[in-house]
């Protein structure tokens, strides 16, 4: 039975091991371990006994908008519906936490397009929140914002937002 719950300082060694095997196929950026650490709060991880089977992050951009980052799940069990429990988790909390709509970068259209994510144009903020934005050194942020600086790094990423 797969557990889908809060992320441990103690599964930081599995979020790197799938963030790597992602990464070396460049469907997901890498991220430092002193960076996961930092960040093991906005982590939900699916479980399966002691193993981390997938993960998935949400990071707050502003009032009422956050990022889901870093979904993953183990190549042998995509396809399983792991992946959506994690991104329902990740909804729920971003709900909690009273956001109202969520970005993601990503290369799988189709799995946060059938989650009702849409693919955006532009930046979907307010001028004055946009200018706040900009004093972020956040790479999310400059991602959201579609800003030539993150450009090399996101070539061929789509840009999809979710209304909650």
């Not at 960040?39 to 997938?54: H, L, P, R």
């Not at 946060?112 to 900009?134: C, K, M, W």
Request: glycine share 8%; charged share 30%.
């Amino acid at each position: 039975m797969i557990e889908i719950r809060a992320a441990r300082t103690s599964d930081i060694k599995g979020i790197r091991k799938l963030i790597d095997s992602y990464a070396l196929q460049r469907r997901l950026l890498s991220k430092e371990t002193v960076t996961l650490y930092e960040s093991v709060q906005e982590f939900i991880v699916a479980v399966d006994g002691e193993e981390v089977v997938g993960c998935a992050g949400l990071h707050v951009l502003w009032e009422d908008l956050a990022e889901v980052r870093t979904v993953a799940v183990s190549e042998r069990l995509r396809r399983h519906g792991i992946g959506e429990r994690l991104l329902t988790a990740v909804v729920e909390r971003a709900k909690s936490l009273g956001v109202e709509r969520i970005f993601c970068l990503t290369f799988e259209t189709d799995f946060f397009g059938r989650n009702g994510f849409e693919a955006i144009e532009g930046t979907p903020v307010d001028p004055e929140v946009y200018s706040q934005l900009l004093h972020s050194y956040d790479t999310g942020i400059a991602e959201f914002l579609d800003l030539e600086s993150v450009k090399p790094n996101t070539l061929g990423n789509t840009r999809m937002l979710k209304y909650l």
